[in-house]
């Protein structure tokens, strides 16, 4: 069955209607103390404006005799105001430094050690999200999982040019320097979505490089971490398709407890499961998987098959994200073929070329992309 | 008098007790004879006249701001409302790279560049800056780079890499086309003319003044377009080297910041900043001397704390070298580190208090007179104000974690290069249009021109705190419907073109005012420095008697009577024989020797035409064209530097000073 697709308007969709809201929001330990620090700086910067141009309006409008009217004259030498004006100024700023730098020792780096590392590359125009090493290893594209509670440690790494990380109610951002291997910390107190979005202008599409973080509570996390770390099943003779969609999958929630219960379908329950519609969309997901090897393994990774690309995100687990083209689209059947033949026209001057498809090459692709949950 | 201690009467006058006297009609004829430009094309290209140098940068550089603005709004129409269309990013790449290329470089000092070289030998008593053709010279190289990146543009191949052009991004690998080498070509045309002009201002400061003119009663605009000046001198040549070692990268296959190879991309950063943030103060405190000698003029009394606001100037400067990581607190350099930039960053505010303080004192202790010019002056203050508090929200390091690279960066940097640049640059338009042009500016237009420009201006600005602070990030062609950014870049498109037609209002005014406005005397505004004891425009030669000065406003001295000491504008050295000014010292400017100024020459034009050439073959690959072209500049040189009699200054001149001496 394919996995819940996770909708834009998702109900634990940190945020709401400005989900980059940093200024309001803060989920974290990471950009809390900061959060506070804005509105102290805030308030008194307001306040700071509020009284010159009090003190201004008062030097322009207050009353003066009108025998003094446009006569010359220096009737006052006071250079005591000035003194005044500036020791008081001095004293705020020096306070507001003091303040920004106890903050920046507070932000700087985790209270405790991270419980969990990831390394995050930014390419043009998405992000490669790598967990684990060894034989624990995998990779997964524009959508980061996290445990919440817990301090996670990224590691920012980029394979082209200068990008930037920042999931603005999580933490603030970090640039991905090629060649540098830069760090952060970022901690998530509640579950739920939040968003992410590269700041560092790279190209023509920087401004669709927008990744997920999916913070979940422990058990949730470890499911998805195991799940993940499982290859693709092939969808060959020899072991049935799982891919009969079903019609209660399609506003599944984040942490969905039924989804990590769900054990791996074996041969016989699926021959048993499985009516004759399934030979139809088996034979389809067959040729789509031909297909794919042939027009999209060069590029893309999908781990338990042949496909080996290193260019573009790894599609092992691809019905499991929330969104397509770094947060451009919403992950639909539809939009999965949209995006293949004719991704120049939703995100022009991405990597990926618009793939010339036969309707019978868009079922078959559709039905093997369907398969990769 | 005799002329000439030599027995032969045909060597030049090395030694000479110069004339002192009053000037008449007759004098003045032939001073004016004397120091005008021939007419026609041959005067166009070959004056040295600072005061057509001048109005030559003034409005080449608002014709710069306006192709910058037209930019803007082309951008603001395409980010109005989610999902725009009207540009492809490439396109709306090109135009926010060349908007702020055009805003930084081809304007902003640009125009100070103007009213300096236009006023400074008026404000000092001098008759032209120290070096006449070099300053013709920074002019042409500064027209030539622009001319240079708006030809590139029209054909698509304008630097698109963002202004700050980061590599690896410009570098050849990822901007393959000649954009990157364009703006390259550019950067070092600008930097001579910089640096040229630079070195012309510091000199004229330290050699040019009026007899009496001690360096403390020089004008605050000459303070801080010394200040600029000296800083340019230093920063400039890291910019350069950035640029030029890029270029090499891209077209030679050197490694500077080729990662594959080794290098290092924040080098690049590290350069350019050391540059950029020297540079954004150079273009901010002449604006600020600007409001600092035009508020006195409409608040009927001197400045108070002249000194603690030259001070400032130059302690704010100083502290401007060593605030540049704070454009770098999201690079991943050690939290230690970035502490002391930050700190630093939030000290430079307090020069900045110190004047802000003077000028609200001057107001508050004179008696204000509602002209435009005051209007700007006055607004200024506010917005200066605004901006410097954004600015020291970002200078909170993990503040600035969340504010950089969004677009409350933006609101910053235009509440502070719009606030304390074109304000100023307006008001102090309208307040020496009378001395450009010899008629006023028409009052009530200019008074709404004043507030449509500082309404807009709010309206549109003040919104991108907002959309920063909501996550919106800089440089993005277009967003989703879902982010919540919409509201406020609407609010902000609508209030930039409000802005914009303010600045119409503004065209409006200079154009019919200057055949039309109402003439103008010496002194319209009854202001106090010596630039108004002149006639408006001034003839050619500025003081036909050079000036002995005995305070900071010498125009006021009767009225404020603080001194028995009164200035002498009406009698004094003559300098007639030829193109002649006086040379004083350093700090009491007291006279020291006559400088034979050079006349008007062809050479500063060409050698920027062929410098122009020479880098336009570089980036044509063509190498034989580069080549002659540098041939050329070496013939234009040797032009220019050929010795000639009449500039011969072999021997300091002992001036009889029981006139003009302390």
Redesign the interface.
């Known amino acids: 069955m394919p996995l819940a697709l996770k909708t ?1 308007a998702s109900p634990s969709d940190a945020g709401g ?7 309001l929001h803060s989920h974290g330990p990471a ?1 809390a ?2 959060l506070y ?2 509105w102290v ?2 308030a008194i ?2 306040a ?2 509020v009284l ?2 009090g ?2 309006a ?3 409008w ?1 009353r ?1 005799a009108a025998s ?12 005591r ?2 003194g005044i ?2 020791a008081l ?2 004293v705020v ?2 306070g ?2 003091a ?3 106890t ?7 985790p209270p405790r050690a991270a419980a969990l590392s990831i390394a995050v590359t930014g390419y043009d125009w998405w992000w490669r999200i790598d967990y684990g090493d060894g034989a624990q290893r995998f990779s997964t594209a524009n959508e980061l999982h996290i445990p919440v509670g817990v301090p996670v440690r990224v590691r ?1 790494d980029s394979a ?3 990008h ?1 990380f ?1 999931v ?1 109610q999580l ?5 991905m ?4 291997s ?2 952060q910390w970022l901690q998530a107190d509640a579950p739920g979505l939040y968003r992410g ?11 669709h490089m927008a990744f997920d973080v999916i913070a979940q509570s422990p058990a949730d996390f470890a499911a998805w971490r195991e799940r993940q770390q499982r290859g693709a099943a092939p969808p060959s003779p020899d072991i049935a398709a799982h891919s009969t969609p079903s019609p209660d999958i399609a506003a599944r929630p984040t942490s969905s407890p039924d989804i990590a219960a769900r054990p791996a379908p074996s041969p016989d329950m699926l021959a048993q499961s499985a009516p004759s519609g399934a030979d139809a969309s088996q034979r389809l997901s067959i040729a789509g998987q031909a297909l794919f090897m042939d027009r999209c393994a060069g590029c893309h990774t999908v781990r338990g098959s042949e496909a080996r690309g290193e260019h573009g995100p790894d599609l092992t687990h691809l019905l499991d994200r929330r969104m397509l083209g770094a947060g451009l689209l919403t992950n639909t059947a539809a939009h999965r073929i949209d995006w293949v033949a004719r991704v120049q026209s939703y995100k ?2 991405a990597r990926m070329p618009d793939i010339a498809l036969s309707a019978a090459d868009r079922a078959d692709l559709g039905a093997y992309l369907d398969t990769l949950q | 008098m005799p002329t000439s201690p030599s027995a032969d009467r045909n060597a030049p006058a090395l030694m000479r007790v110069p004339e002192r006297g009053r000037a008449d009609a007759a004098l003045k004829r032939r001073l004016q004879a004397i120091w005008e430009a021939p007419p026609g094309w041959r005067g166009f290209l070959s004056t040295v006249d600072h005061k057509t140098i001048g109005l030559r940068y003034l409005v080449t550089a608002f014709i710069f701001l306006l192709l910058g603005g037209v930019e803007a709004l082309l951008m603001r129409v395409q980010l109005a409302g989610p999902n725009g269309t009207l540009l ?3 396109q709306y ?1 090109q135009l926010f790279t060349m908007h702020g290329v055009t805003m930084i470089f081809l304007y902003s000092l640009p125009m100070l560049s103007g009213f300096s070289n236009y006023l400074w030998p008026l404000l000092i008593g001098s008759r032209d800056m120290a070096f006449p053709r070099l300053n013709a010279l920074s002019y042409w190289v500064f027209l030539f780079a622009g001319l240079l990146l708006y030809a590139s543009f029209s054909l698509g191949a304008g630097p698109d ?2 202004w700050f052009n ?1 590599v ?2 410009s570098g050849r690998e ?1 901007s393959p086309g000649p954009n990157a080498d364009v703006y390259a070509m550019g950067m070092l045309l600008l930097g001579v003319s910089t640096t040229v002009g630079s070195v012309n201002f510091i000199v004229t400061l330290f050699r040019m003044r009026a007899p009496g003119m001690s360096i403390n009663r020089v004008p605050i605009l000459v303070w801080g377009t010394l200040t600029a000046s000296v800083a340019n001198l230093l920063a400039i040549p890291a910019v350069s080297l950035a640029f030029f070692l890029l270029w090499m990268d891209r077209q030679v296959g050197t490694h500077f910041f080729d ?1 594959a190879a080794g ?4 080098l690049w950063q590290h350069l350019f900043w050391i540059f950029g943030h020297p540079w954004v103060y150079a273009v901010v405190l002449p604006a600020m001397g600007i409001v600092s000698d035009g508020l006195p003029t409409f608040c ?3 400045l ?2 002249y000194s ?1 606001v030259a001070l400032s100037t130059m302690a704010t400067m100083l502290l401007g070298f060593e605030v540049w990581i704070h454009h770098m607190f ?3 350099l050690p ?1 230690l580190a ?2 002391f930039f ?2 630093a960053s ?2 430079i ?2 020069p900045s ?2 004047t ?3 000028w ?2 001057t ?3 004179g ?3 509602f002209k435009t010019p005051f209007l700007f002056f ?1 607004g200024f ?2 917005l200066f ?2 901006g410097g ?2 600015g ?2 970002t ?8 504010l ?3 677009y409350f960066v933006v609101a910053h940097l235009h509440y502070v290069l719009l606030g304390i640049n074109v304000f100023p640059v307006i008001g102090g338009i309208h307040y020496w249009f009378p001395k450009f042009s010899g008629r006023m500016m028409h009052e009530r237009l200019g008074a709404w021109s004043f507030w449509v420009m500082f309404i807009g201006f709010n309206i549109g600005f003040f919104p991108m705190h907002i959309s920063g ?11 989703a419907a ?3 950014w919409s509201t406020a870049n609407l609010v902000t498109t609508l209030g930039s073109f409000l802005f914009a037609f303010g600045i119409l209002m503004f065209i409006a005014n200079v154009v019919w005012s200057w055949r039309r406005g109402a003439v103008a005397g010496d002194n319209p505004w ?1 202001a ?1 420095t010596l630039e108004w004891s002149i006639p408006s425009p001034p003839p050619a030669y500025n003081f036909a008697v050079i000036p002995s000065i005995e305070s900071r406003y010498p125009l ?1 001295e009767d ?2 009577d ?1 001194t028995p000491q009164r200035s002498e504008l009406d009698e004094g050295l003559l300098l007639t024989q030829g193109r002649e000014t006086i040379g004083s010292t350093a700090l009491d400017a007291l006279p020291d020797v006559i400088l034979k100024m050079p006349g008007d020459a062809y050479s500063p034009f060409y050698l920027a035409l062929f410098m122009t050439g020479a880098l336009v073959g570089l980036l044509l690959h063509a190498w034989w064209l580069a080549a002659a072209m540098t041939l050329a500049c070496a013939a234009s040189l040797v032009c220019w530097m050929w010795p000639s009699a009449s500039l011969l200054q072999r021997l300091p001149i002992v001036v009889d000073t029981e006139a003009g001496g302390a």
């Not at chain 2, 200078?395 to 969340?402: E, H, I, N, T, Y």
Request: net charge neutral.
């Open positions: 834009a209607s400005a989900p980059f809201n940093y200024f950009s103390p900061t620090l804005g700086l805030a910067c307001a700071v404006c010159i141009a003190l201004l008062y030097a322009i207050r003066r003094e009217r446009d006569v010359i004259g220096d009737p006052g030498r006071s250079l105001w000035i004006g500036t100024s001095t700023l020096c507001l430094a303040y920004a730098l903050v920046l020792a507070e932000v700087g780096a920012l082209d040019v200068i930037a920042w603005p933490a603030g951002k970090t640039q320097i090629p060649g540098v830069n760090e979005e590269c700041t560092q202008f790279c190209g023509a599409q920087h401004a022009p001057g | 492809t990013p490439e790449n890499a963002g980061y690896p991004f990822f990662v290098g290092k991309p924040l009927r009394r001197p108070v704390g603690a999201a690079t991943g939290n970035l502490s930050g700190a939030m000290v505010s307090i208090a110190v802000v303080f003077a609200i004192a107001i508050w202790l008696k204000p007179v006055a203050v506010l104000v605004m508090v954004s020291v929200m200078a909170a390091v993990p503040l600035d974690w969340q950089n690279e969004t602070l909501l996550g919106m990030p800089r440089r993005i062609y277009t967003y879902d982010s919540g009854q106090p006021w009225m404020l603080e």
